[in-house]
């Protein structure tokens, strides 16, 4: 079974030590495979960055040197010194400013190549995933990590490390070059960072929890948001606007106190780095202004030291927004890792069987099938699909009908027993082979966007136009086809809303049809459908079940009728087994269910 629930549990912000440490490992993780393949650029743009950032700090040395000795020796009438220190400084300033921007165009294309790779990969994981994650994982919080949770991360890498490497270089090389122009002052610089630690680690501890809660609080409005606008039928038909809105607008609440709580932080943490640079750039001036009269310190020097104390600070509200985007790019590569941690409950084989021609007999054998431990859908039962038989499955809602045919299907594998095709065991059949042999159509009917013909090849990628058309003519679509205002190159809109649901389900028979397997499932296939449609798509079915096993799921007994035999199922047992004609005979179920159904059409 799939650990979806590990997944839900990252909405929390109440995590255990343990379970945080998993986390963090996890994102880690990630971050390491994602740089890997580009570390050369990286070391390449560690080593700009540092050179630039030298580059930058050599300016108020170079004042000073500048005023100490080359003021007084252009008093004597030689300009050399102070000329070396200018065109030193213009130098260092543009190799600085070339440097740098190289770096940002190095930075940008590392940021680029990780986030490619990272969406491509979330893209492709969850489509490989298993249908349980997707039953689980609602379509509102995946299609957050494909976007805001990526915003996010897209954001700390364009601007946030930008802002960190520089500025913790900056600090460290300002720090260093202080101390060696000038102990007693990088001294009153080091007795300013101890309240400047204090207070930056007040900050992280508040902000850590504020910022997770706000990606929460984020994915909630998206996840209702999309929830909302997808099943917008059924909100209008229901009104249910009102609700909605009251809804939305607490999580809109929600969202907004959460940032004003942040803006808050931020209120606090940004005058305090002003106030404790102001003093110490004050304490600087005082310490050195009595040093300069004792002649204990030049005066060139004592305004580099104000120049690199200042500097120091500067870059610190910079790392404070730094901090903010990466709590929020942080946060959003755990919960992506969560998504990419997350195994197929339904894995491939590692040692596939091949089946290049599947006949089709389907067997069940102490089959027993349980979306938990507490909860069997299927008990212990035994079923023999000969090759070529067309099956019906009857019973009430919940009786265990479309698990079955997912089984089958292998969407899922059964918690014991084994389902075969062809006598191999579908958990060691070729993938390519079981989705070649065994194909679905449901009672959606998914149309993607996309042309008619597009959708209709989805059974068979590389199939010619005429194998198309011959698809289509065979389920009787060609008619409705030709009449569209392009034929087969129409486009049909969005989850096929260009055509009816009668012409959409002859679009996916023709798609099956087109795929040819051995095995065809038709899940409620007709039950969304009208008479006038259902008639029209039961003349698609006569060609479509020919030559082939066939499992159909129906309410409606008309489509029964077409079955070489009925299973009635209850509580996921199966309670009778037999011809339609055998069992209307009868005194059973599907007996009652029979005369039930004809006295309606009376």
Request: proline share 3%.
């Amino acid at each position: 079974m799939s650990t979806v629930t590990g997944v839900e549990g990252e909405e929390r912000h109440d995590f255990t030590k343990a379970e945080s440490r998993h986390i963090r490992q996890r994102s880690l993780r990630l971050l390491g495979s994602l740089l890997r393949p580009v570390r050369a650029r990286l070391w390449l743009t560690m080593a700009i960055v540092i050179v630039s950032t030298g580059a930058q700090v050599a300016g108020p040395a170079l004042i000073a040197y500048g005023i100490d000795r080359g003021l007084p020796a252009l008093i004597d009438g030689d300009w050399m010194p102070v000329g070396f220190a200018g065109v030193a400084y213009l130098l260092t300033g543009a190799a600085g400013a070339f440097l740098i921007a190289w770096y940002i165009r190095l930075s940008a294309r590392i940021s680029q190549a990780v986030l490619l790779d990272l969406r491509t990969r979330v893209f492709l994981h969850t489509q490989k995933l298993s249908l349980e994650f997707h039953e689980s994982y609602t379509s509102g919080r995946i299609i957050s990590r494909q976007t805001s949770d990526l915003d996010a991360i897209r954001e700390l890498l364009d601007e946030g490390i930008n802002q960190l490497v520089r500025g913790a270089l900056y600090m460290s090389f300002t720090g260093i070059a202080l101390a060696l122009l000038d102990w007693m002052s990088a001294l009153v610089l080091v007795v300013a960072l101890v309240p400047l630690v204090v207070l930056t680690r007040w900050f992280q501890t508040r902000s850590q929890r504020l910022f997770r809660r706000s990606r929460v609080a984020s994915a909630k409005l998206i996840v209702h948001f999309v929830e909302t606008m997808t099943g917008i039928r059924a909100v209008q038909a229901f009104r249910t606007e009102k609700r909605n809105e009251r809804e939305f607008g607490d999580l809109v609440e929600d969202y907004r106190d959460i940032n004003a709580k942040v803006i808050q932080l931020f209120g606090i943490y940004d005058p305090g780095l002003l106030l404790i640079g102001n003093a110490c750039v004050a304490a600087v001036l005082v310490v050195g202004g009595f040093r300069v009269v004792d002649g204990q310190l030049a005066i060139g020097v004592l305004l580099a030291a104000l120049l690199y104390t200042k500097r120091f600070f500067d870059p610190m509200e910079d790392m404070a927004m730094f901090y903010n985007g990466y709590q929020s790019a942080a946060s959003a590569l755990e919960k992506i890792s969560g998504v990419l941690e997350e195994e197929p409950s339904v894995p491939d084989p590692i040692h596939p069987v091949d089946l290049w021609t599947a006949r089709g007999r389907v067997r069940f054998e102490g089959v027993e099938f349980a979306y938990t431990p507490d909860r069997v859908v299927l008990p212990r039962f035994d079923l023999d699909v000969p090759a070529g038989q067309t099956i019906a499955l009857v019973g009430s809602t919940g009786a265990g009908k479309s698990t079955l045919a997912k089984l089958i299907a292998r969407f899922y594998d059964p918690s014991d027993g084994v389902v075969e095709l062809d006598g191999v065991d579908l958990r060691r059949l070729h993938p390519k082979d079981l989705r070649r042999a065994i194909v679905m159509v449901t009672q959606e009917a998914y149309l993607f966007s996309g042309s008619v013909a597009d959708n209709i090849a989805l059974g068979k990628p590389d199939a010619s136009f005429e194998e198309i058309v011959a698809a289509a003519r065979a389920v009787g679509a060609h008619e409705f086809i030709e009449s569209l205002p392009n034929g087969y190159d129409t486009d049909v809109n969005k989850r096929g809303g260009r055509v009816s649901a009668g012409q959409r389900q002859l679009i996916s028979f023709a798609r099956a049809f087109l795929a040819d397997p051995a095995v065809l499932i038709l899940d409620e296939a007709t039950s969304s459908l009208d008479i006038p449609s259902e008639r029209l798509v039961q003349e698609g079915l006569q060609s479509l079940l020919a030559d082939r096993t066939a499992i159909i799921i129906a309410h409606r007994l008309s489509t029964v009728a077409i079955a070489d035999r009925v299973l009635v199922m209850e509580h996921g047992r199966i309670v009778e087994d037999g011809s339609p004609a055998e069992l209307i005979g009868g005194s059973g179920r599907f007996a009652k269910l029979h005369a039930a159904w004809r006295d309606s059409l009376v």
